[in-house]
């Protein structure tokens, strides 16, 4: 625009603003909840596992014991994820638990491949591709790890970033959210899957953390291919390298599902050998209720078409309002994504938190700028997580559009018009 267009449209965005804060809004777009009406798809949950507490080998899971969880779980979640069921074990309801577990376990004992505890080597340093998932990003902060970012690209991390930084022998690991990610909803290539599991590394106990949170999180008919990384890597001489989670966090109860934990045999020894330590077994009656509501895992892909019916409409009227309102105007670019529960809007560098800001004055919440990046410092201030799923269509339409005017008039103020 010339100056006078752009100083006409400036005046017009400050007048939609100012409309859109005497609306008196109170709306939330912050986190990635599921909405009531996903959680009643699982209802039946909650009279579940009725009168019949064995499993199909007999076990009664009202007792102690069972580390690797119940077969019955263990089986569905491994068809799913297509993984051999002996390399797939079943805990309790947070995968964020058992990522916590692992990191801390190998900072203080070192894992199965550690020539001595993390805690004391040098400097801990691990791979962060961003935009990514701010949990992730939390528990690495916590132990005090130096968090490299590298590029998340259309089909995965930028791998020739990576490969480099996973030469050094302090680089111990990397997050990773491989399927529908978190928030840009990428989906690994196979290529990449491949070259994660067969690159060099210049520590031997160097891990992947695999979080397949989103592995049937779709938003449409069809499910995504999920890569079994853990033959590829030991196909390629390194069989320890993936920690491989998977929940049913999104898909029944958030809180009080059940969580997976896969990778291989050696992997898998050493995380019992440390977690029967911290307890006796895990809640194998809400493994069982789980089993006995899905049935089998085309019985969960039907649950994830109920979810789909319901979140997608919100997620193509978020991506109806963002072309209507910003397409074309060169002040930002967003994610399409076929599946999970976010939508990655990068606006004019340097607007982020401006953008944050005024859209809470308007009574919209976001997340906070800089939140899919390590210690929330997003270098160029430009990245924000749109999570849809909670709030009725109707709201997420309302703050949507408030949203779009917030962008604006972020971009104008940044021209100094």
């Known amino acids: 625009m010339d100056q006078d267009a752009l100083a006409e449209f400036a005046a017009q965005i400050r007048a939609e603003y100012e409309d859109l804060k005497a609306k008196n809004l109170k ?3 912050t986190r990635g909840k599921p909405s009531a009406e ?6 039946e949950l909650l009279h579940l596992p009725g009168e019949n507490f064995r499993t199909q080998d007999g076990t009664d899971v009202r007792n102690y014991g069972n580390l690797k969880g119940i077969i019955d779980i263990r089986q569905i979640w491994a068809e799913l994820l297509g993984l051999p069921t002996e390399l797939v074990y079943a805990g309790d309801s947070s995968s964020l638990n058992i990522m916590f577990d692992l990191i801390s376990w190998s900072y203080i004992f070192g894992n199965n491949d550690s020539p001595r505890p993390w805690m004391d080597e040098e400097k801990i340093k691990w791979i962060c591709p961003v935009p990514g998932y701010d949990r992730h990003f939390t528990i690495t902060e916590h132990f005090g790890f130096e968090m490299i970012t590298v590029p998340m690209l259309d089909d995965g991390p930028d791998m020739d970033a990576v490969r480099e930084l996973a030469l050094d022998p302090l680089v111990k690991g990397m997050w990773t959210v491989p399927v529908f990610g978190n928030p840009t909803g990428v989906t ?10 067969e690159m060099e590394t210049g520590a031997p106990d160097f891990r992947i953390v695999w979080d397949n949170a989103y592995a049937v999180h779709t938003l449409g008919e069809e499910f995504p291919e999920v890569h079994n990384v853990i033959k590829m890597a030991d196909a390629a001489g390194n069989p320890n390298r993936f920690w491989f989670m998977s929940s049913t966090s999104k898909i029944t ?9 896969a990778s291989s045999p050696e992997n898998l020894a050493w995380y019992v050998s440390h977690a029967s330590v911290r307890g006796i077994g895990p809640n194998k009656l809400n493994q069982l209720a789980h089993a006995q509501h899905f049935g089998t895992a085309e019985g969960v892909r039907a649950i994830m078409r109920k979810h789909a019916a319901s979140v997608a409409p919100k997620f193509d009227a978020v991506l109806d309002i963002l072309d209507e309102r910003l397409g074309g105007q060169g002040v930002a670019t967003w ?20 953008v944050v800001e005024l859209a ?11 939140s899919s990046f390590p210690l929330h ?7 924000l997580r749109l999570a849809p799923t909670l709030p009725p269509k109707e709201e997420v339409e309302v703050a949507m559009d408030g949203v779009a005017t917030c962008v604006l008039l972020a971009a104008v103020e940044k021209l100094g018009a």
Not at 335 to 354: H, K, M, N, Q, W
């Open 27 to 29: 709306l939330n777009l």
């Open 38 to 43: 996903q959680l009643d798809i699982n209802n």
């Open 188 to 197: 690994f290539s196979e290529q990449i899957c491949r070259e994660l599991a």
């Open 253 to 261: 109860f958030a809180g009080s599902g059940v969580a997976f934990f």
């Open 335 to 354: 994610t399409r994504p076929e599946g999970g529960y976010f939508i990655s809007l990068d606006v004019v560098d340097g607007t982020a938190a401006r």
């Open 360 to 370: 809470k004055n308007a009574g919209i919440a976001l997340t906070e700028a800089g």
């Open 377 to 383: 410092q997003d270098p160029n201030n430009r990245n």
